[in-house]
């Protein structure tokens, strides 16, 4: 067994494209692997800006030997009345490099067939290696690939070097006249020379010496004790400590091949700017970490972490607090222009941004959302209606604000801290900050009933709208972002435990539009599937059993929170013996019924007794589960209806449902219907057969 080092040693990659790429060098070799029957162990990919690195352990000396069985043409077309073989015969054997008498006769499902039967030797990996690696490269794709001076294949960014080793062996090949050697690079800066590496097992160590981690979670950690300890080695912010930031965490980690943290302050002016502008300036431009104190406060300070080792750190500090500074006077200088236009100032001017070329401005959108709001607030708190009215009113006013055009990322908030600033209610203030919330599948939803309503109302417009001009995701397509509108929809639902309908809010939604869409009953249905399907796909994500999901979305699919009780109730009773039988026998209730929808019963009819006890039990068990449905009592009905497990089988057991008599038999299916569309009032049990 061998160890495989493979290194693309790289100009800077930028540090989103490292984690696809190294994703994608895992598995693709995997993939060739299992093609070319190459036996091996532990694959691991790990990278820093400068190179990406595939390491695989207990690689196998050649391919695994195997039995090849080739099917050829069929022995009616291969040989004539006279069994001489014909030309497909011929060129097929040709085609292998074998002789018509090497084939073989068997049997398949569709006749007799020639077969090649052949025993294919595996070549040794040290021959086929070049060709895999060669291909490795080729294959990667980058979010923006170019063509690097007078290369013919592009890459995220120029390849300066190729380490390639089998074990301690130098694996030969050439890209764009690089060849591969056993010569890596250290960090550009701190160690700037060339390094030979020995071999996979020592190639992390021998970097590490050459001040580069190249592993992507040491480096990781290694970022995070940086950021602390350049927090706790200041002397000018007491009591502080860095906001983390998980994500940016990541990205640093991609910036640099050695992390080293630096802490600096900046004037306390500036705090009186919004948090969240603060921490977007740090973060968005120079990807520095803020720094609070313990009460969660921003301190004015910092953490940059640099990719160079500081020799001077007050030099190296001062640097960075240079390039903040300026970048919060702008902010600053935005802060205080922005406050002296009111944004019910602004209203007019909405009519000069475009929501979308065929559903008009964000101007006739603000006044779409009055509407819809005001729809939402009366099912939810019919006293809120003022208040959403005037958040809606306002809420994307802040898209004209110097602030927003500077850091788009800042829409809502602005709008939140303006509207505080123009003595607008809090609440109001508060609901245009949350309108945006969440902003990403797990984040928080909106905290206040008044921000939740405007978040709604905000995406069922833009999916409603964009539905009804026909632009509607497929495949991978989704510009609008409909598939994320449609998952914050369901979120702050279910979050808020509304009760409400969506067809009939997609509906109004749709008719605020007037003419300006499609909105046909077929429009509203397709908006409908298209979150029910986001529903059934974020239910099963979550570990929700899909059997439960599909039971109640096959029959209905309209209230959020009623679907999930439903779907909650079948969860808790699957596992009930009683329950499964009573599933298999709701599935024969529906093979047999189908095509049957009447459910008038007559009991004079009966012949069995069988039939008439199980008449008689449906009406008490109808009784009491029609109550239980109305009070939503979903486990209660399930529970009440497993008191027809036994009856049910009895009966098909002793009865003859077919009956000659065709009376008798549309009464028995009358029966069944009438028991099957019970059942289906909570859910079509049939689907958790096989769950």
């Known amino acids: 067994m061998h160890d495989l080092l493979f290194e693309i040693g790289t100009e800077e990659l930028p540090a989103s494209f490292l984690k696809p790429a190294l994703t994608q060098l895992h598995d693709n070799f995997t993939q060739k692997a299992a093609d070319l029957k190459i036996s091996h162990g532990p694959v691991k990919v790990i990278g820093t800006p400068r190179r990406l690195v595939l390491l695989v352990s207990d690689v196998a000396d050649k391919q695994e030997d195997i039995r090849e069985e080739l099917l050829g043409p069929s022995k009616k077309a291969a040989f004539d009345k006279d069994g001489n073989a014909t030309r497909a015969a011929e060129g097929f054997a040709g085609s292998k490099g074998v002789q018509v008498g090497d084939l073989k006769i068997v049997n398949t499902p569709k006749g007799e067939y020639l077969m090649l039967v052949r025993e294919v030797k595996g070549q040794e990996i040290s021959v086929l290696l070049p060709g895999i690696l060669k291909e490795l490269i080729l294959e990667l794709s980058f979010a923006k690939s170019m063509k690097w001076g007078n290369n013919k294949h592009p890459f995220g960014r120029p390849i300066q070097w190729i380490v390639a080793l089998f074990d301690e062996k130098i694996i030969s090949l050439e890209h764009e006249g690089i060849k591969s050697s056993n010569m890596s690079w250290g960090h550009r800066f701190n160690a700037n020379s060339r390094v030979a590496v020995k071999n996979a097992a020592s190639y992390e160590s021998q970097l590490a010496d050459m001040q580069v981690i190249v592993d992507p979670g040491k480096r990781r950690e290694k970022v995070i004790a940086e950021i602390k300890k350049a927090v706790a080695g200041s002397n000018d912010l007491a009591d502080a400590e860095v906001l983390v930031d998980e994500n940016l965490v990541d990205i640093v980690t991609n910036l640099v091949e050695t992390p080293y943290g630096i802490c600096g302050t900046f004037d306390e002016k500036f705090l009186q700017l919004p948090p969240e502008v603060l921490i977007t300036s740090m973060r968005e431009h120079q990807k520095y970490f803020p720094v609070i104190n313990g009460s969660g406060d921003l301190l004015p300070g910092f953490v940059a972490v640099n990719n160079t080792a500081v020799n001077q750190e007050d030099v190296t500090r001062k640097g960075h607090q240079r390039v903040l500074r300026a970048r919060l006077e702008d902010a600053l200088f935005f802060f205080n222009s922005d406050k002296k236009t009111r944004l019910d100032d602004r209203l007019d001017k909405l009519q000069g941004i475009i929501f979308q070329a065929k559903l008009g401005t964000m101007h006739e959108k603000s006044e779409r959302l009055v509407k819809l709001v005001r729809i939402l607030a009366e099912h939810v708190d019919s006293n809120l209606i003022d208040d959403a009215c005037r958040a809606a009113m306002l809420c994307k006013t802040d898209l004209l604000s110097d602030m927003v055009g500077e850091f788009p990322s800042l829409q809502g908030v602005m709008g939140g801290a303006y509207a505080l600033n123009d003595g607008e209610k809090p609440d109001v203030a508060t609901a245009i900050t949350e309108q945006y919330m969440p902003k990403r599948a797990g984040a928080d939803i909106p905290a206040t009933d008044l921000g939740a309503i405007l978040g709604l109302a905000d995406r069922l417009d833009t999916l409603v709208g964009c539905f009804g001009i026909g632009q509607v995701p497929s495949g991978t397509a989704d510009p609008f972002g409909l598939r994320r509108i449609s998952l914050a929809i369901l979120h702050i639902t279910e979050g808020k435990g509304y009760t409400m309908s969506l067809k009939e809010l997609v509906h109004k939604a749709l008719a605020l539009y007037g003419d300006k869409v499609d909105g046909s009953v077929d429009t509203v249905d397709s908006v409908v599937e298209f979150i029910k399907r986001r529903f059934i796909n974020d239910c099963t994500?979550?570990?929700?059993?899909?059997?439960?999901?599909?039971?109640?979305?096959?029959?209905?699919?309209?209230?959020?929170?009623?679907?999930?009780?439903?779907?909650?109730?079948?969860?808790?009773?699957?596992?009930?013996?009683?329950?499964?039988?009573?599933?298999?026998?709701?599935?024969?209730?529906?093979?047999?019924t189908?095509?049957?929808?009447?459910?008038?019963?007559?009991?004079?009819l009966f012949e069995e007794s069988a039939e008439t006890e199980l008449h008689s039990l449906f009406v008490d068990v109808q009784s009491k589960m029609e109550k239980l449905i109305d009070q939503k009592v979903y486990s209660g009905a399930l529970k009440t209806m497993l008191e027809m497990?036994?009856?049910?089988?009895?009966?098909?057991?002793?009865?003859m449902v077919m009956a000659d008599d065709k009376a008798v038999k549309q009464n028995r299916l009358n029966l069944l219907t009438a028991i099957g569309d019970l059942i289906l009032q909570i859910g079509d049990i049939s689907k958790m057969m096989a769950k």
């Open 541 to 592: 994500g979550r570990g929700i059993d899909r059997g439960a999901v599909e039971a109640v979305v096959t029959v209905a699919f309209d209230d959020v929170n009623d679907s999930l009780q439903r779907i909650n109730a079948f969860t808790a009773i699957r596992n009930e013996p009683s329950f499964k039988v009573l599933a298999a026998s709701y599935k024969r209730i529906k093979n047999i």
């Open 645 to 655: 497990k036994e009856p049910v089988d009895t009966f098909f057991d002793k009865v």
């Open 594 to 604: 189908k095509g049957n929808s009447d459910t008038d019963v007559r009991a004079e």
